[in-house]
C-alpha cells in the first residue's frame, strides 16, 4: 500500500508570492491534516479536512488555507509569503475524522522564503 | 526532517541498552497518546499509542507507559539499535478534540 505522498519534495519562493502544496493520503483515508514543522516552534496543527470540509483549524493566519478533493487528496495554499514561513510543511492521513488515532505522514515539503 | 534536532533534549545510549524517552503532558483533559519517530528527512512514524483507561502497552520492543496523576508520558524502547536513532515526539489528544498537540521532541543517538 503506498504511503503518504507529499509534492514538491522542496521549494523555493520569494516573499509576497503564493505556493500551492500537495498531498494524496493513503488510499482508503478520508482524513487530511496539515502540520507546520520548524526547529523553533516544533510541530504546529495547521488544519484537518474530511470529506472535503475543513474540520479543524489551528492558530495560523487566513494566509494559510487548503481544500479537499473529493478523491481525498488535498492542496494547501499560502498566500503572501514571509520569511517566517520558511518551513517543513507536513501532510498525515487517517481513516477517520479526529487527533485521536495513529496518522500517517509524508516525507513533507521544505519550503525556503528568500 | 532536517534541523529537527536543533536545541533538543538528547539521550544517548550504546547498542543494546534500553532507552527510556520521557514526556510531560499539558492538558488533564487529555485521553489519547502517541509516539511517533522521526528519522532525518522523513516525516513522523506511528510508533505506539495509547488511551486514558490504560496505563500501559507494550508493542515489538516498545512499551509506553502512562500516569495521569503526574501528566508523564514514557517510551521504553528494549534493546536499541542503531536504527532506532531518531527525534521521538510525544502528542497527546484531549477528549472531543480533533487537535493533537505535539511535544518538542527527544533526540535519540544510538552507539554501535
Known amino acids: 500500500k503506498a504511503g503518504v505522498t507529499q509534492t514538491p519534495r522542496y521549494l523555493i519562493k520569494t516573499r509576497g508570492q503564493q505556493v500551492t502544496l500537495s498531498c494524496s493520503p493513503i488510499?482508503?483515508?478520508?482524513?487530511v491534516s496539515w502540520y507546520q514543522q520548524t526547529p523553533g516552534q516544533g510541530l504546529q496543527f495547521l488544519f484537518e479536512y474530511f470529506s472535503e470540509t475543513q474540520r479543524n483549524k489551528g492558530n495560523f493566519p487566513g494566509r494559510f488555507s487548503g481544500r479537499q478533493f473529493s478523491n481525498s487528496r488535498s492542496e494547501m495554499n499560502v498566500s503572501t509569503l514571509e520569511l517566517g514561513d520558511s518551513a517543513l510543511y507536513l501532510c498525515?492521513?487517517?481513516?477517520?475524522?479526529?487527533?485521536?488515532?495513529?496518522?500517517?505522514f509524508g516525507d513533507g515539503t521544505r519550503l525556503s522564503i528568500l | 526532517g532536517e534541523n529537527v534536532g536543533l536545541h533538543l533534549p538528547t539521550l544517548s545510549v550504546q547498542e543494546g541498552d534500553n532507552s527510556i524517552i520521557n514526556c510531560a503532558y499539558s492538558n488533564s483533559a487529555s485521553d489519547y497518546f502517541i509516539w511517533y519517530k522521526q528519522e532525518s528527512g522523513k516525516g513522523p512514524q506511528f510508533i505506539i499509542d495509547?488511551?486514558?483507561?490504560?496505563d500501559k502497552r507494550q508493542g515489538q520492543r516498545v512499551t509506553v507507559l502512562l500516569n495521569k496523576t503526574v501528566k508523564h508520558l514514557s517510551l521504553q524502547i528494549a534493546a536499541t539499535q542503531p536504527g532506532d536513532s531518531a527525534v521521538y515526539f510525544c502528542?497527546?489528544?484531549?477528549?472531543?478534540?480533533?487537535?493533537?498537540?505535539f511535544g518538542r521532541g527527544t533526540s535519540l543517538i544510538v552507539h554501535p
Open positions: 498525515a492521513s487517517s481513516l477517520e475524522a479526529g487527533g485521536n488515532q495513529p496518522q500517517h
Open positions: 488510499s482508503g483515508h478520508r482524513s
Open positions: 495509547i488511551r486514558s483507561n490504560m
Open positions: 502528542a497527546e489528544t484531549p477528549g472531543g478534540s480533533y487537535i493533537p498537540t
